[in-house]
T-cell receptor, first 116, second 113 residues
Framework: GENVEQHPSTLSVQEGDSAVIKCTYS??????FPWYKQELGKRPQLIID?????GEKKDQRIAVTLNKTAKHFSLHITETQPEDSAVYFC???????????????FGKGTKLTVNP | NAGVTQTPKFRILKIGQSMTLQCTQD?????MYWYRQDPGMGLKLIYY???????DKGEVPNGYNVSRSTTEDFPLRLELAAPSQTSVYFC????????????FGSGTRLTVV
């Protein structure tokens, strides 16, 4: 089955710096890669996702890149702010369908701390 | 829309007791999932369902059971609770309009003592 590795497990940056979180996956059939943000005591929330037919996707200060050949994808956060502090999870699945999403396999998470 | 609603939010069980974690969604999503989240271990899939009457095991199904009699409801049953089942449980759903992303419930924090 799919295995998703995520690094680093913790990341501390200064406000305004960039943060990068990397994930690798094992199943070459995976083609959907979302990222979730989870604040302390809250539910995970989708922040950005990418599909295998796209190499990069941006949404304001957040971007995700995908390298299907190397089976890795990364989350980039620029101009970090204290409110970006949270645990970030990457995930992978074999696809999305009209009725919903194939089951996601999650990485173990990265705790990001943005220091003011 | 309320989204995905989980009850209860917190529960303490004694070893050997049983309980049902409730999950309901009002978005007409076909796909529903149960995950457990242990500290530092990410989310692991317990069971999932692609529609009413259809369920399948995930990565960690032992000690749990599910049913999906309606599109809206996907309860998770714990039989003979064990300390290893202490965790936070998240229900999620996805559907035609989510583009693949999950909508998560607020979670149930379960402690088995």
């Amino acid at each position: 089955g799919e295995n998703v590795e995520q690094h680093p497990s913790t990341l501390s940056v200064q406000e305004g710096d960039s943060a990068v979180i990397k994930c690798t996956y094992s199943d070459s059939a995976s083609n959907y890669f979302p990222w979730y943000k989870q604040e302390l005591g809250k539910r995970p929330q989708l922040i950005i996702d990418i599909r295998s037919n796209v190499g990069e996707k941006k949404d304001q200060r957040i971007a995700v890149t995908l390298n299907k050949t190397a089976k890795h994808f990364s989350l980039h956060i620029t101009e970090t702010q204290p409110e970006d502090s949270a645990v970030y999870f990457c995930a992978a699945s074999r696809g999305t369908y009209q009725g919903g999403s194939e089951k996601l396999v999650f990485g173990k998470g990265t705790k990001l701390t943005v220091n003011p | 829309n309320a989204g995905v609603t989980q009850t209860p939010k917190f529960r303490i069980l004694k070893i050997g007791q049983s309980m049902t974690l409730q999950c309901t969604q009002d978005m007409n999503h076909n796909y529903m999932y149960w995950y457990r989240q242990d500290p530092g271990m990410g989310l692991k899939l317990i069971y999932y369902s692609v529609g009413a009457g259809i369920t399948d095991k995930g990565e960690v199904p032992n000690g749990y059971n599910v049913s999906r009699s309606t599109t809206e409801d996907f309860p998770l049953r714990l039989e003979l609770a064990a300390p290893s089942q202490t965790s936070v449980y998240f229900c999620a759903s996805s559907g035609a309009r989510t583009g693949g992303g999950y909508t998560f419930g607020s979670g149930t924090r379960l402690t088995v003592v």
